[in-house]
C-alpha cells in the first residue's frame, strides 16, 4: 500500500464522490479526515470506514466558514499527528440562466466552490509547508474547462477554482508540495444501475472511477506532479481535449 503512514484529509466526505475518494485513498493505506457539515450521514460514513479497518474520523464543518475549516484541520492534524493530502471535493451545482441567477444563487456557488476551497488551503498549506511534501488535487468539472449555457455560475466557481489551484501550484512547488485537479463529468451520483453495453453505461461514470483517478494520482512517485486530468464517459460526446 502506497500512503500507508500518510494522512488524507477530503472535504465533503459524507456521501458521494468524495466518500468514494477517502475509500479509494484508504485502500492505499492511507488515515482519512472526512470533513462534511455534521450530520448523521457524516457519522455513517465514517463508521462505515472504520468497520472496514480503516484510520478514519469525521470533523463537522462548514467549508465556507474560515472557524469551521480551521478546527477541521487542526482536529485532523491533532488525531492523526500530520497532514500529507487534501483533497478538495466539497461542491454544488445550481443551473440557470445568467439573466435569471440570483445574487444568493451566485454566492453560493462561489462560496461553496471556490470560497471552500480557498479557506480549507489556507489552514492545510501551513501544516504541508511544515513537512516539506504533500499532494493537493482539487476536483474541478468540464465547466472549470469550457463554459456551457445554464451554468453561468458554476462555470465561473469552477474556473476560479482552476485559477485557485493553478496558482497554489506555482507558489507551492518549491516546497515540493504537488497541486492537481481532476475533472470529472456526468457522475452517477445517484447509484443508477446502468448494464454493460448500454447507452447510459456510456454516458455515466461512477464515483469509484473518479476516486481510483485520484488515489493514482496521490500515490505517483513525489517527483512527479499530474496536473490536470478528465475522467469523462466514453459517450458523453466530447473529446478528449478542449479547444
Known amino acids: ?11 465533503g466526505a459524507s456521501r458521494g464522490l468524495g466518500l468514494a475518494i477517502a475509500d479509494a485513498l484508504a485502500g492505499e493505506g492511507a488515515a482519512v479526515a472526512c ?19 480503516v484510520q478514519a474520523a469525521g470533523f463537522g464543518g462548514d467549508v465556507t466558514r474560515d472557524a469551521d475549516m480551521k478546527a477541521a484541520v487542526d ?7 500530520r497532514l500529507d493530502i487534501v483533497i478538495l471535493n466539497a461542491g454544488g451545482w445550481r443551473p440557470g440562466n445568467l439573466h ?12 461553496l466552490n471556490l470560497k471552500g476551497a480557498f479557506l480549507t488551503l489556507r489552514h492545510a498549506v501551513p501544516h504541508l509547508i511544515a513537512r516539506g511534501a504533500g499532494t493537493v488535487i482539487g ?22 477554482l482552476r485559477g485557485l489551484l493553478e496558482s497554489a501550484a506555482l507558489e507551492l512547488k518549491p516546497h515540493r508540495i504537488r ?4 475533472h470529472p463529468h456526468n457522475i452517477n451520483s445517484l447509484g443508477r444501475d446502468y448494464p454493460p453495453g448500454t447507452p447510459d453505461r456510456d ?3 461512477e464515483p469509484a472511477d ?10 505517483a512517485p513525489e517527483y512527479v506532479s499530474i496536473g490536470n486530468v478528465n475522467v469523462w464517459p466514453l459517450a458523453a460526446g466530447i473529446g478528449s481535449f478542449t479547444s
Do not use: H, P
Request: charged residues 20%; proline residues 0%.
Open 75 to 81: 482536529g485532523a492534524v491533532a488525531a492523526f499527528g
Open 1 to 11: 500500500m502506497k500512503l500507508e503512514g500518510r494522512v488524507a484529509l477530503v472535504t
Open 100 to 111: 435569471e441567477t440570483s445574487e444568493a444563487d451566485w454566492d453560493a456557488m462561489v462560496n
Open 210 to 219: 473518479v476516486a481510483r483517478t485520484v488515489a493514482f494520482i496521490c500515490t
Open 139 to 160: 476536483i474541478g468539472s468540464i465547466g472549470a474547462l469550457v463554459g456551457s449555457t445554464g451554468a453561468a455560475a458554476y462555470a465561473a466557481s469552477k474556473w476560479g
Open 35 to 53: 470533513v462534511a457539515r455534521a450530520s448523521q450521514e457524516l457519522d455513517d460514513a465514517v463508521a462505515g470506514l472504520k468497520a472496514r479497518g
Open 203 to 205: 454516458r455515466n461514470v
Open 179 to 182: 497541486v492537481g485537479m481532476v
